[in-house]
């Protein structure tokens, strides 16, 4: 299958906004869930946001609720994460992750890895 592909990462000033993006040409995309985790130094990435397919029930993690939104296109070709009041502890390296079997795989242990985006956010 078509690996996914992220872009949009990036460095922004604490407070900031940036937008994530994730998408997997030549597969049908819409029949996904979809998420993202962060790995920072020193640890093992973990959970972010996901999305369900069908429904779009999305899931947060604690620490960015408020402040990130999980969502797909309108043709449903890529998900987006969109990040408000970045904080420096936000800063990390993104991974886009997919399963078929929901967003409970999502959270848990997706089947599907990205390459990563770096984002940095400067104080």
């Known amino acids: 299958q078509a690996q996914l592909q992220e872009s949009g990462g990036g460095e922004v000033q604490s407070g900031g906004s940036l937008r994530l993006s994730c998408a997997a040409p030549?597969?049908?995309?819409?029949?996904?869930?979809v998420g993202w985790y962060r790995q920072v130094p020193g640890k093992e990435p973990e959970f972010v946001a996901g999305i369900n397919w069908g429904d779009d029930s999305t899931h947060y993690d604690d620490s960015v609720k408020g402040r990130f939104i999980i969502f797909r296109e309108k043709d449903k070709s890529a998900v987006f994460l969109q990040m408000y009041d970045l904080k420096t502890g936000d800063t990390g390296v993104y991974y886009c992750?997919?399963?078929?079997?929901?967003?409970?795989?999502?959270?848990?242990?997706?089947?599907?890895w990205g390459q990563g985006t770096q984002v940095i956010v400067s104080s």
């Open positions: 030549g597969r049908d995309f819409s029949k996904e869930a």
């Open positions: 992750v997919s399963a078929t079997q929901g967003l409970w795989k999502v959270v848990r242990n997706p089947t599907s």
